[in-house]
T-cell receptor
Framework: GIQVEQSPPDLILQEGANSTLRCNFS?????LQWFHQNPWGQLINLFYIPSGTKQNGRLSATTVATERYSLLYISSSQTTDSGVYFCAVDPGSSNTGKLIFGQGTTLQVKP | NAGVTQTPKFQVLKTGQSMTLQCAQD?????MSWYRQDPGMGLRLIHYSVGAGITDQGEVPNGYNVSRSTTEDFPLRLLSAAPSQTSVYFC????????????FGPGTRLTVL
């Protein structure tokens, strides 16, 4: 099956710093999503981004489907950005509603 | 619009007991799925459904059973709980076409003694 790898596994930032999280996937996908799991365990969808670039405030994401990777950019980080960031893909040629998750990047933003 | 709801939030079982985790969504989504999350790991798909009456297995289906009698509800049954099923369980839903963003419930933390 498809493999989804995220890097780095852990990241510690000072408030105000920028960071880039990476997601590599081993096969073609029809759907890629980024999620933030906050310290209380809630999973929040950040981006639905099978290809191209999207921005939402201080966050942006880029997916290069032909090269099988996606990047999540966090600018001017805040302590509320702490938590685990997951990349998840729906493999195959059409939407199935099934997601394969990476292992996540744990981010800690220090004041 | 409550989104995806799950009950209970916490549950403790003894080995061998059975129980049902409830999941409901009010967004008229056709796709629903169950995932489990173990410490330090990503989520793994247990079972999923593409509509009422249609279910299929995910990556880790053993020990779990599902059914989908309505669009709104997708319960997950543990047939005979084992300590290996101690985990946090998430239910999710999404639409079938267009921007199929997946929405997650708040999770159920299950401990099997």
């Amino acid at each position: 099956g498809i493999q989804v790898e995220q890097s780095p596994p852990d990241l510690i930032l000072q408030e105000g710093a920028n960071s880039t999280l990476r997601c590599n996937f081993s096969d073609s996908v029809n759907n890629l999503q980024w999620f933030h799991q906050n310290p209380w365990g809630q999973l929040i969808n950040l981006f639905y981004i099978p290809s191209g670039t999207k921005q939402n405030g201080r966050l942006s994401a880029t997916t290069v489907a032909t090269e099988r990777y996606s990047l999540l950019y966090i600018s001017s980080s805040q302590t509320t950005d702490s938590g685990v960031y997951f990349c998840a893909v729906d493999p195959g040629s059409s939407n199935t509603g099934k997601l394969i998750f990476g292992q996540g990047t744990t981010l800690q933003v220090k004041p | 619009n409550a989104g995806v709801t799950q009950t209970p939030k916490f549950q403790v079982l003894k080995t061998g007991q059975s129980m049902t985790l409830q999941c409901a969504q009010d967004m008229n989504h056709e796709y629903m799925s169950w995932y489990r999350q173990d410490p330090g790991m990503g989520l793994r798909l247990i079972h999923y459904s593409v509509g009422a009456g249609i279910t299929d297995q995910g990556e880790v289906p053993n020990g779990y059973n599902v059914s989908r009698s309505t669009t709104e509800d997708f319960p997950l049954r543990l047939l005979s709980a084992a300590p290996s099923q101690t985990s946090v369980y998430f239910c999710a839903s999404s639409q079938t076409s267009g921007v199929s963003t997946q929405y997650f419930g708040p999770g159920t933390r299950l401990t099997v003694l």
